[in-house]
C-alpha cells in the first residue's frame, strides 16, 4: 500500500509555506480556528493528485502571489525503499506544472 509520508504547501490557498511531515502509522488530526488552512491541506492532496481543485485553479494561487506549489512525498508502507514526490504547480496566468519522481537506488529522484 502507498502512503502519505509528506505534503508541503507553498503559496496555496491560505499557506505561505506549510509542510507536514506523517510518521509511520500516525494518526492525524487537523485541528485550528475557522479559515486557518484545515480544508486546504485536503484540498493539496487531491488537487496534486488529480489537478483539479474546489475552485479554478488559477485562484489556488495565494493572493498576492505569482505561482503555488504542492508538493506529497509517498511511501511504499511494505518495501520503504519505494519512494515518490509528486509535485504540481500553477501560476496566476494559468501555466501548470506536473512532476512525478521516483528514487532511485543511488537515493536521487528521477523522473518516472
Keep these: ?5 509528506k505534503i508541503q504547501l507553498n503559496n496555496f490557498l491560505s499557506h505561505t509555506n506549510t509542510e507536514i511531515e506523517i510518521e509511520k502509522e500516525q494518526k492525524l488530526l487537523l485541528d485550528g480556528n475557522s479559515g486557518s488552512g484545515k480544508s486546504s491541506v485536503v484540498e493539496g492532496i487531491i488537487w496534486v493528485l488529480c489537478g483539479k481543485g ?10 498576492g502571489k505569482k ?3 504542492v508538493t506529497i512525498s509517498l511511501i511504499d508502507s511494505e518495501d520503504e525503499n519505494i519512494f515518490y514526490q509528486v509535485k504540481r504547480s500553477i501560476t496566476t496566468t494559468g501555466n501548470h506544472s506536473l512532476e512525478v519522481d521516483e528514487l532511485n ?3 536521487e529522484l528521477v523522473p518516472i
Excluded: Q, Y
Design 1 to 5: 500500500m502507498i502512503i502519505l509520508k
Design 54 to 63: 474546489r475552485v479554478e485553479n488559477r485562484s489556488l494561487v495565494k493572493k
Design 67 to 69: 505561482k503555488a506549489t
Design 105 to 107: 537506488e543511488k537515493g
